[in-house]
């Protein structure tokens, strides 16, 4: 069956350290998304992809960076920089940017700091 | 720019009953407008979507949605609820800029 993919499920994070979080699909689909969920705020936007080797930033992307080097794969990293990382991260793919049909998710990371 | 509410933190219904999860939108031109659920530990799935025609949506589970377009909102319904629809529901809004955006979510509790 396709889907994507979020490993680990689980991820601790010490100071000053980066952590990457790993999103792969099979659903053959051009654009990929990373959300970050926090209790009682839905979710917000970090990442977007449109097309392999092209990103751009959501509504939250200070900290974080990602890479698009493969059409299956959509890395997110969080960095030293973001000072409050501990949330539930989704990856999210569609068919192509802006369609009408609706988004994939997987079934996220939890991140927490040591 | 877009944007969506849930007016309700949390819905409580008993099973058997029907239930009703809000959803109010803001959107510059027509709305493309979803309706999502999550388990607990678990990503979003998709259960219905509004892009044109009928105002009645019907999706997966039993849920539907009834868009209204005087009233900006997109209410998602199900005539008789399961303990098995327990779970947090999130609405969502697309417009012609493309941005999807969600709204906080709305709890909802069936009681047996």
């Known amino acids: 069956d396709g889907g994507i993919t979020q490993s680990p499920k689980y991820l601790f994070r010490k100071e000053g350290q980066n952590v990457t979080l790993s999103c792969e699909q099979n659903?053959?689909?051009?654009?990929m998304y990373w959300y970050r969920q926090d209790p009682g705020q839905g979710l917000r936007l970090i990442y977007y992809s449109q097309i392999v080797n092209d990103f751009q930033k959501g509504d939250i992307a200070e900290g974080y960076s990602v890479s698009r080097e493969k059409k299956e794969s959509f890395p997110l990293t969080v960095t030293s920089a973001q000072k409050n990382p501990t949330a539930f991260y989704l990856c999210?793919?569609?068919?192509?940017?802006?369609?009408?049909?609706?988004?994939?998710f997987g079934d996220g990371t939890r991140l927490s700091i040591l | 720019a877009q944007s969506v509410a849930q007016p309700e933190d949390q819905v409580n219904v008993a099973e058997g009953n029907p239930l009703t999860v809000k959803c109010t939108y803001s959107?510059?031109?027509?709305?493309?407008l979803f309706w999502y659920v999550q388990y607990p530990n678990r990503g979003l799935q998709f259960l219905l979507k509004?892009?044109?025609?009928?105002?009645l949506v019907k999706g997966s589970y039993g849920f539907e949605a009834e868009f209204n377009k005087s009233q900006t909102s997109f209410h998602l319904k199900k005539p008789s609820a399961l303990v098995s629809d327990s779970a947090l529901y999130f609405c969502a809004v697309r417009d012609i800029t493309n941005d999807m955006r969600f709204g906080a979510g709305t709890r909802l509790t069936v009681k047996p």
């Open positions: 959107v510059s031109g027509n709305p493309y």
């Open positions: 999210a793919s569609s068919i192509f940017f802006g369609t009408n049909q609706p988004q994939h």
């Open positions: 509004y892009i044109t025609g009928d105002n």
């Open positions: 659903l053959n689909h051009d654009a």
